[in-house]
């Protein structure tokens, strides 16, 4: 059995595909791919088929994350019968994912920050619009919450 989550942003240009590449590399370091399938989607249809906004591709890039092979889709209510967990950056997107969200759905859909320490903000800033810190701040947060989904998904799915 395949644990499958899916990160979800606005645009799946910058948020999202970074998540997606942190832990990706997380699965990667524990040897965890063939046991956990990953993906991310954007709300909006805005980047369809764009790959990642370049800031991000080059902050991600100077931790040693490739998300540049990543490319924008829009997620849809199908994705609720293909995943385990549906992590939202941000309140605005987990709002207008519960709207898509099946009754009877046996999956986990939150906030992906849940998964981050005490001290860490409900939602990921959005960096689009402002400067090379906020790219930091996606990734400083975003790592931090990959070590804590890593460490739920080994105690609810694979111990
Ligand atoms: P993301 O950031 O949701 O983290 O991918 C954004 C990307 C693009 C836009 C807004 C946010 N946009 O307005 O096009």
Redesign the pocket.
């Known amino acids: 059995m395949t644990v499958k989550v899916l990160f979800v942003?606005?645009?799946?240009?910058?948020?999202?595909?970074?998540a997606e590449g942190i832990f990706a590399h997380r699965l990667q370091e524990a040897g965890l791919q063939q046991q956990v399938e990953i993906d991310s989607a954007?709300?909006?249809d805005?980047?369809i088929g764009k790959a990642?906004?370049a800031r991000?591709i080059a902050a991600a890039n100077a931790r040693g994350y490739a998300i540049d092979h990543l490319r924008?889709r829009q997620a849809i209510a199908e994705d609720f019968a293909r995943f385990d967990y549906i992590l939202a950056?941000d309140t605005d997107?987990l709002a207008l994912l519960q709207r898509l969200q099946p009754p009877g759905w046996k999956g986990r859909l939150g906030l992906f920050l849940e998964f981050a320490g005490d001290q860490a903000p409900v939602s990921?800033p959005?960096?689009?619009?402002g400067g090379e810190e906020g790219f930091q701040l996606?990734l400083d947060l975003l790592e931090e919450a990959s070590d804590g989904l890593l460490a739920d998904i080994r105690k609810h799915h694979l111990s």
């Open positions: 942003c606005l645009g799946n240009i910058c948020r999202s595909p970074t954007g709300t909006s805005w980047h990642p906004d991000s924008g950056m997107n990921v959005d960096p689009y619009y996606v």
